[in-house]
């Protein structure tokens, strides 16, 4: 359990923390983990409200962690409960006041709410202690609910949380919120500037870029693992590489639109063309100001280069897409990156890219059966994608088809 002075240098980090730009997903887990261990809970979730609806968005739980092996980590599923109050999360929503809850297994009978045993029954896990607080903005609208559960003492029985543990949790809960919005500016400007650079419909280019985003975070963070690199490096990482992938095709901003909407195949030329996108959507990164800067230029230029070096751009000047010195094929035409010579942000999301794209339909194309999308994936292993890669992808096939059903194109 934390003392005193860790509960005040808990609160001065997660101040610090927060007030990083942070990607949405990686701020919700923080705000989980410093809220779980500063009351010492088991278990906790928070929702994200849109609209009349909650959406239980991540969940953590020791208990339930505790029985997975090392490195799984919990799947978590994706419903929604609607903001009445009917439900615990949907009355804290609703009334904006949070509920502390002893045990939520002897709720008074007149209470307007009610404790939904679905989740307890299907993962045979217990919860009885509650503490549900609202995360508000600045215009005291409730933006998403943070919930607690089962708060232990050090013998770890589990037992009522305090008004003390109430208390904190409220100024807690106004500074994660603050960074819960902020996050959420954050991902809404990208998603406009990206939806500028595909001038498709914003739902379903949100969803494409979520989706390959969430891929190559997934796939980043086993091969991370399997390195035994540092966490917090990890982390960082994973937060730049997320958005960095979001943005892979965003030289796609210079093409026509005749051959980005083209329903047919492309001709030659028109390939040729298209393949510019690439080192097109480097040179908007290349003042490499930051490392994430740096990290979007390395995705958009290597993320159609292939590990047997028959990709594009090859090895090329960004400002002008010429062959580098000594990099000439006989043909006069750059030669491909190859293997290891490619970086691994491009490597990750040439697979998380190509994954996506059979998967889903396309202008020009049907989305295809998984089957034929994996068989394919398998047969390219050491053609088109890193074989170490397409293994890590198999062993998380499980969460990659998760971040699939919760990033779905709405059309
Ligand atoms: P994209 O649609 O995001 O596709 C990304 C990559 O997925 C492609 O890179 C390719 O490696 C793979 N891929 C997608 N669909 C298929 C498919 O039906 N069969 C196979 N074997 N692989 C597929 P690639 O080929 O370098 O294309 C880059 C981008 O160029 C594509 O991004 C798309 O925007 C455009 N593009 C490629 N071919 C066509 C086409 O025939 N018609 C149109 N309109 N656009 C195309
Ligand atoms: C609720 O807060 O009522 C939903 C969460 C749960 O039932 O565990
Ligand atoms: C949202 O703002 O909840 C959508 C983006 C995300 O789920 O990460
Ligand atoms: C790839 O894009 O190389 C995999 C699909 C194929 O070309 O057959
Ligand atoms: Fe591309
Ligand atoms: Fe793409």
């Avoid at 190859?338 to 999301?349: A, F, M, Q, T, W």
Wanted: negative net charge.
């Amino acid at each position: 359990m934390l003392n005193e002075k860790e509960k005040l240098d808990t609160l001065a980090n997660l101040g610090i923390e927060l007030n990083r730009v942070q990607d949405l997903d990686i701020v919700m887990e923080h705000i989980l983990i410093e809220a779980r261990r500063f009351v010492n809970a088991d278990a906790g979730s928070i929702y994200i409200r849109e609209n009349d609806l909650l959406y239980f968005t991540y969940t953590q739980n020791n208990t339930l962690q505790q029985r997975l092996s090392d490195g799984e980590k919990l799947i978590y599923s994706t419903f929604h409960i609607p903001i009445n109050k009917e439900s615990i999360a949907g009355y804290v929503a609703a009334t904006g006041q949070p509920l502390n809850l002893a045990d939520v297994y002897a709720l008074d009978p007149s209470c307007p709410y009610h404790f939904s045993k679905e989740f307890d029954k299907k993962t045979n896990y217990k919860t009885q202690s509650v503490l549900t607080i609202p995360l508000k903005n600045h215009h005291d609208d409730v933006i998403g609910i943070l919930q607690i559960i089962n708060a232990e003492d050090e013998s770890r029985k589990v037992v009522s949380f305090s008004p003390d543990d109430e208390r904190m949790m409220l100024h807690f809960a106004s500074i994660a919120a603050v960074a819960l919005e902020r996050a959420q500016m954050t991902r809404a400007i990208l998603l406009r500037m990206i939806h500028m650079a595909e001038m498709r419909d914003p739902k379903e280019t949100g969803a494409h870029v979520n989706r390959v985003g969430g891929y190559a975070v997934e796939l980043y963070e086993r091969w991370a693992r399997r390195r035994q690199l540092n966490l917090k490096e990890i982390d960082r990482c994973r937060d730049i590489l997320r958005m960095a992938a979001m943005l892979h095709d965003v030289g796609k901003i210079a093409i026509s639109d005749v051959i980005l909407k083209k329903p047919g195949r492309l001709n030659e030329s028109e390939f040729e063309t298209m393949k510019q996108h690439t080192v097109l959507g480097a040179r908007l990164f290349s003042d490499r100001q930051s490392d994430f800067d740096e990290a979007a230029a390395m995705v958009a230029l290597n993320h159609h280069e292939r590990w047997d070096g028959n990709g594009y751009p090859g090895h090329v000047d960004v400002q002008t897409a010429k062959a580098l010195k000594g990099h000439t094929r006989s043909d006069g035409q750059p030669l491909g990156k190859k293997g290891e010579y490619i970086p691994l942000y491009g490597r990750i999301v040439a697979l998380a890219d190509v994954y996506d794209a059979l998967s889903s339909a396309r202008v020009y194309k049907d989305a295809w059966d998984e089957s034929k999308v994996l068989d394919t994936i398998e047969s390219e292993s050491g053609r088109h994608f890193d074989p170490e890669l397409v293994e890590i992808f198999f062993s998380s096939l499980d969460f990659l088809r998760a971040i699939q059903r919760r990033y779905q194109d709405k059309n």
